[in-house]
């Protein structure tokens, strides 16, 4: 038992919990209101969007990738579905839902083919259709938004109701989505792939993995949860706007997965990283206004917390290296 | 990374005489025009053509040399740290936050402006914060090792929210009317910020073709390691060369408060796109190891004519993203490929 303990203490996970812990105590000691259901309905409500979405990041980091263009995907998808509910409202909702999700993988799946038939750094690939697909947003809406009134009341209400513990749809559906990938990256063949992929790109193909069709698969993944998350946005904010809709959402969900001990050298990183990464994040856009201070500061946290995370990583890696040769030596 | 297709580049052309050490051998045994021609800048240059010849036939307005180069004064700004950006791509490393360290310095100059420090001094700080984020920027990828690519999207998003920080969501503006539209005052007829480009311009590309520093970026870009066997001071020189990006930008920022004649936190958001493309464009290999300056600067002339040719035929600014973004995607898949052929 106390061997379980302890190697439950020496995983990252642990690490994470407890800033999550420490920082709630420090926050709720200099402001006793943070302590409140409320904070806890407050904080549930920010994450669902860049949580749906940082699993898709997740997969794409795992792969030894990434993907800039998140963002824009969210938007595409979102102004899209909007522009069915607005201009067929006799379409069930389900159709713009599957439409957003359906354009998302179409958009990854481009990221995913420039990135393999060009043997392209996955970075530079995604920063140009990150502006790319913002371009197709303007284009498809004609720089108009998608006004409130056309965003369909049953959508808006599952940000607002809930079908248990005054727990809102949303929030159900992005742990849902978290936990089917993690049943996807732990318990099937192909999700374990990802990780081999990502461990050594060199082996993995030696090993019998079809490196193009991974590669494929978590690009189409990572844009069809960031579609996923387009829809919500209509959902949650009840608008969609061409030039602000998910601008900058692509360094939120970065900074929430590295935070999570996903690391950007590929193989590693866990669901469970991931939701607390942005659980810690979301916690924090939280507590500063309730602090009293300024939501300014929200991009100077993202942005430390960045370069924290990977010097983290950067510090973890190299103990286990040596730690690695260590054991060959005295074996 | 590209061994398969680099030999098949060889097997294709008459060069297949065995092993060519150094790209340079290469390039010799292959007749002038294919040397000249398979250069990526050839391909900038010709793409400035079309561009231009297709601009012109759009808006008989256009061939206007005036006119271009007053709409040249917003890209420039953007050009002078994408030479700049070149060195660090040849040496092998890339940095995201230029655009974000132009609204930072920009603002630091603003809001101690605005606090009654003489202008003068004002710009020497935003030099100082300008130089010192690009410190901070090295000390991560050489001190701590850090990926350059992913580390900068940190600090990317750390410096736009100092920016914010310091300026709020307000516009600083007041500034003595001597300051106010650099880009309107003209040098031998032509504006300010375009001649402190073609200078800049000048200045790198002696730097990187004639002297040794120079051309030992080319060497750390090739190969990290063997230049830090062959006693070159890697570290050092990419510092150098961050700090230099860093001083660019906050220069490039002043520029930018000075046309505008006010500074917000979002000056020049979305930035590092047009930069990169600039860099990629010239043919400035990803990987590090080969590029120029004059590739660059026909890449920044490139992306002027394309920009206002399409504003003068009523293309909306929003398509141009899809241009921008398309072309940064071919550029890099056309530059891979040239250099693929002929490399090794």
């Given amino acids: 038992m106390s061997r379980f303990f302890n190697e439950l203490l020496h ?185 081999a992929l990502g461990s050594n790109p060199v082996a993995a193909p030696l090993r019998g993995i079809n490196v193009v069709r991974v590669t494929l698969l978590v690009f189409s993944l990572s844009g069809a949860l960031a579609g996923l998350a387009g829809v919500m946005y209509a959902s949650r904010f ?62 100077v946290f993202n942005g430390a917390v ?15 290296i040596r730690a690695m040769a260590e054991a060959r030596s005295t074996a | 990374m590209t061994d398969k297709i680099s030999t098949e580049g060889l097997s294709a052309s008459q060069t297949a005489t065995g092993e060519q050490p150094a790209p340079k051998g290469a390039a010799e045994l292959r007749p002038m025009w294919q040397v000249i021609l398979i250069r990526p800048e050839v391909m900038t240059f010709v793409l400035l053509l079309i561009a231009f010849a297709v601009a012109t036939q759009l808006s008989p307005f256009f061939a206007d040399a005036t006119f271009i180069l007053e709409s040249a004064t917003f890209y420039v700004e953007y050009a002078i740290i994408a030479l700049v950006l070149t060195l660090i791509i040849i040496a092998g490393e890339i940095d995201l936050s230029p655009a974000a360290m132009m609204a930072f310095s920009a603002c630091v100059f603003a809001a101690l402006f605005k606090l009654g420090l003489p202008i003068g001094l004002a ?125 660019a930008s906050s220069f490039a920022g002043m520029l930018t408060a000075s046309r505008l004649a006010s500074v917000r936190y979002d000056m020049a958001t979305g930035g590092e796109l047009q930069m990169v493309l600039m860099v990629m464009l010239g043919g400035t290999y990803i990987f590090g190891g080969r590029g120029s300056i004059a590739g660059t600067f026909l890449a920044a002339w490139l992306l002027i004519v394309i920009a206002t040719g399409m504003n003068v035929a009523n293309i909306q600014i929003t398509s141009q993203l899809i241009v921008m973004g398309f072309l940064l995607i071919v550029s890099i898949i056309a530059t891979n490929a040239i250099y693929a052929r002929t490399q090794r």
Wanted: aromatic share 10%; net charge positive.
């Fill in chain 1, 11 to 195: 995983r990252r996970e642990a690490g994470i919990f407890l800033m999550i812990v420490l920082i709630a105590i420090v926050v709720g000691f200099i402001e006793p209101r943070f302590i409140s259901v409320e904070t806890l309905r407050i904080t549930a409500l920010a994450i669902p969007l860049i949580l749906i979405a940082a699993m898709g990041q997740m997969m794409v980091l795992v792969a030894r990738h990434v993907d800039l263009s998140i963002g824009s995907i969210l938007a595409f998808s979102s102004i899209v579905a909007g522009m069915i509910f607005r201009d067929m409202p006799e379409l069930p909702v389900i159709v713009g839902v599957l439409v957003a999700i359906a354009l998302g993988a179409a958009l990854g799946l481009f990221n995913g083919v420039l990135v393999v038939l060009f043997r392209l750094p996955s970075i530079i690939v995604t920063l140009g259709t990150l502006s790319l697909f913002r371009g197709f947003v303007f284009l498809v809406s004609g720089a108009r938004q998608v006004d409130p009134q056309f965003i369909p009341r049953s959508l808006i209400q599952m940000s607002q109701t809930s079908p248990i513990f005054g727990i809102p749809w949303l929030v159900i559906i992005a742990f849902v989505v978290a936990f089917v990938t993690y049943l996807f990256l732990d318990h099937t063949r192909l999700g374990r792939q990802i990780y």
């Fill in chain 1, 238 to 299: 009840g608008y969609v706007n061409p030039g602000i809709t998910g601008v900058g959402f692509e360094f939120t969900v970065i900074a929430a997965v590295v935070v999570g001990g996903v690391s950007i050298n590929g193989g590693v990183g866990t669901v469970l990283g991931t939701v607390l990464g942005v659980l810690l994040l979301g916690m924090v856009s939280v507590a500063l206004p309730i602090l009293g201070v300024s939501a300014f500061w929200q991009d």
């Fill in chain 1, 306 to 320: 960045i370069v924290l995370a990977l010097l983290i990583d950067r510090t973890v890696r190299e103990r286990s």
């Fill in chain 2, 123 to 247: 710009m020497v700080a935003s030099v100082i914060t300008g130089a010192l984020m690009g410190i901070f920027n090295g000390i991560l990828v050489l001190r701590f090792k850090l990926p350059s690519i992913i580390v900068t999207i940190g600090t990317l998003t750390l410096y736009r929210g100092l920016a914010q920080v310091l300026a709020g969501d307000r516009s600083i503006s007041g500034f003595p009317t001597w300051f106010i539209g650099i880009d309107w005052k003209y040098w031998f007829g032509v504006p300010i910020p375009v001649v402190l480009f073609l200078i800049a311009t000048v200045v790198l590309a002696v730097f990187l073709a004639f002297t040794v520093t120079g051309r030992q970026i080319y060497q750390i870009g090739t190969s990290p390691e063997a230049a830090r066997h062959a006693g070159i001071r890697v570290q050092r020189i990419k510092m150098g060369l961050f700090v230099l990006l860093g001083v």
